[in-house]
């Protein structure tokens, strides 16, 4: 083990490399209020996005099976206000008005994920497989195609059939492994002559953080200081397995794509001059997305997770490093499995050096890092705790991926902003202005030399958000909950994304400021509506509204 001087020496040499090699970004400066007027390049696509658990509803109709997501939310005090997703948008239900949707948009592309349990309903494919929830994503894929909107297909978006955990751990499990590559196999015998772009995990760090770690999502365990590490090494091994599959045995007649949508916040020292809060800031990065990519992009776990973590495990008087390794043959299979990357970015944080004690009872993740995460006051924040709005940290993780990773191609696969609030105004200005200032700034990575393909607008819909329940609503279009069918109604953001994407960018500030200033008049009439809806409903309500409170499972 190198003496603390020199490894942080060593350390901060290695990130000057990294910064250096991006040779068309000055990382030293950062213009947070300049905006720049241009266009994509041709052929850029524009899409939004969903997923299964969050928009379908339908939890238990038409053989489908139980996902640890069904048994989570039932349990009481899981969810914001005990809500669920047992109904959610009704997507299930709702497929032809949905694309219309996005026609409407002048979407280019629509990511939405399969539920292993519609598909598997035990997760075990020798068990059974639903022709009934095949026939539904064949639906969706043909109507989606049908109005010239390319399916970009997320494989697991956090539903792991309930039947997998209490069986076997779930992704605590090694068997998850093949029994996700079977479940996949099938998805490409189904439906990859028609989709050509796959991804295996979407956001694996909640998976394993918020699953294993702190208990805040489905299954809900706390195996803290193992439980994520031991989760991410499973699902690492699930990607490249997958990957390998589709390499081998699809790609040759198929020719689609497989790659991996990975979640990152921006890391920036508080202060830039000093060496340890660079050290810390970049720790916050390699923690996040580095912990997933660099295994999948060069074969391992990044060093500095395996010198802090190693380091702490020591001091804990454990034997091994908490974090699991991989086998030269592991390495070597698992470099180099992504033919795209897909990024999922909402927010930034200053982050500075802080030093966790590291006994057996404190051992986590969280102080495995030895950072302490910092907001600027000033940052706007419509309601969300964790989601400032920060548009220059995206064009800097954008350059950081170029750098560390080879230039991949990459899709944004999640961007967006909620509002946490009974919602029932449709003029959300504070969501255009979050939009035109993150898309500026993806322009402006374009414009440094990063390999962006497209952009997924987070989400289409208002939908079910994990532990927030209904409380927050990151959709374009508002989704009247209260009303037993669901209806949606176009927010303001609506109408200035579908300017964006008819003009491929940002032609000239006259023209964008115009935009703004119409989707704003426009969504007054949707407001009207909306409240005239309301009115009707509550002149029908002979009785009151009783929601259904569900057992403990």
């Not at 374009?476 to 176009?490: G, H, I, M, S, T």
Request: charge should be neutral; include cysteine; glycine fraction near 8%.
């Amino acid at each position: 083990m190198l003496p603390r001087s020199a490894f942080s020496v060593c350390h901060v040499f290695v990130l000057v490399l990294c910064l250096s090699s991006a040779e068309d970004f000055d990382w030293t400066k950062n213009e947070h209020g300049s905006f720049y007027y241009g266009t994509f390049p041709a052929g850029f696509s524009w899409g939004a996005g969903s997923s299964a658990y969050q928009t379908e509803g339908a939890w238990d109709k038409d053989g489908k099976g139980l996902s640890i997501w069904d048994v989570f939310s039932h349990k009481k005090g899981k969810i914001q206000q005990n809500d669920t997703g047992d109904s959610s948008c009704e997507g299930y239900h709702k497929v032809k008005d949905d694309v219309s949707l996005m026609k409407e948009l002048k979407l280019n592309h629509y990511r939405f994920s399969i539920s292993w349990p519609r598909l598997i309903p035990t997760g075990i494919k020798s068990d059974h497989i639903n022709e009934r929830g095949i026939q539904y994503y064949d639906e969706l894929i043909d109507h989606l195609l049908e109005n010239k909107i390319t399916p970009i297909v997320t494989l697991y978006h956090w539903d792991l059939p309930q039947v997998l955990q209490e069986k076997y751990g779930g992704w605590q499990n090694i068997s998850m492994v093949n029994h996700f590559n079977e479940f996949a196999n099938l998805c490409f015998e189904r439906f990859g002559n028609r989709v050509k772009y796959w991804m295996t995990f979407n956001n694996p760090w909640s998976v394993a953080v918020e699953g294993y770690e702190t208990g805040e999502h489905a299954p809900g365990l706390r195996l803290r200081g193992t439980g994520a590490y031991r989760a991410a090494h499973h699902i690492i091994k699930a990607h490249a397995k997958v990957w390998h599959t589709y390499d081998t045995q699809w790609r040759g007649k198929q020719k689609g794509l497989v790659g991996v949508s990975l979640s990152g916040d921006w890391g920036e020292p508080v202060d830039i001059s000093n060496q340890k809060d660079i050290e810390a800031a970049e720790r916050y990065v390699q923690f996040y997305l580095g912990w997933f990519a660099t295994p999948i992009f060069h074969g391992d776990y990044p060093q500095v997770m395996k010198d802090f973590i190693g380091r702490k495990s020591v001091q804990q008087g454990l034997g091994t490093s908490r974090l699991p390794t991989f086998s030269p043959q592991e390495k070597s299979y698992i470099k180099g499995t992504c033919d795209f990357l897909g990024i999922g970015h909402f927010t930034t944080r200053y982050i500075t050096q802080k030093n966790h004690p590291s006994g057996r009872s404190t051992s986590s993740y969280f102080t495995d890092r030895d950072l302490a995460e910092l907001v600027d006051p000033r940052w706007p924040d419509p309601g969300s705790e964790w989601l400032y709005s920060v548009p220059w940290g995206f064009r800097r993780l954008l350059n950081f991926v170029k750098s560390q990773y080879g230039n991949p191609m990459i899709y944004v696969t999640e961007n967006g902003v909620s509002e946490k609030m009974l919602c029932t105004e449709l003029c959300d200005e504070w969501r255009i202005l979050y939009y035109k200032d993150y898309i500026n700034e993806m322009l402006k990575a374009i414009k440094d030399g990063v390999n962006v393909k497209g952009y997924t607008a987070w989400s289409l819909l208002d939908k079910f958000e994990w532990d927030e329940g209904y409380s927050e609503r990151f959709g374009l279009y508002y989704v009247d909950f209260r009303n037993k069918n669901k209806p949606r109604y176009p927010k303001a953001s609506v109408q200035f994304y579908k300017r964006v994407i008819s003009s491929n960018g940002f032609p000239n500030q006259r023209e964008v400021e115009n935009w703004r200033r119409k989707a704003v008049e426009m969504c007054s009439s949707s407001n009207q509506l909306l409240a005239a809806a309301r009115r009707q409903s509550k002149e029908h309500a002979e009785m009151p509204k009783v929601w259904p409170v569900h057992d403990e499972v």
